[in-house]
């Protein structure tokens, strides 16, 4: 995959989870739960 594929990939993913996300708030998309909270991190590391 060549990097100007890469980048093109990169422009649709963010533009499907834009999509997704709606018109939901960037900190109320990141306090969803769709991450692992500092507990599961800190047990991953």
């Given at each position: 995959?060549?990097?100007n594929d890469q980048q093109q990939l990169?422009?649709?993913l963010w533009?499907?989870?834009d999509d997704?996300?709606?018109s939901m708030n960037a900190d109320d998309f990141r306090h969803s739960g769709l991450h692992?909270?500092?507990e599961e991190v800190q047990e991953a590391g």
């Open positions: 995959m060549t990097q990169g422009k649709i533009s499907i989870a997704l996300r709606g692992p909270g500092p």
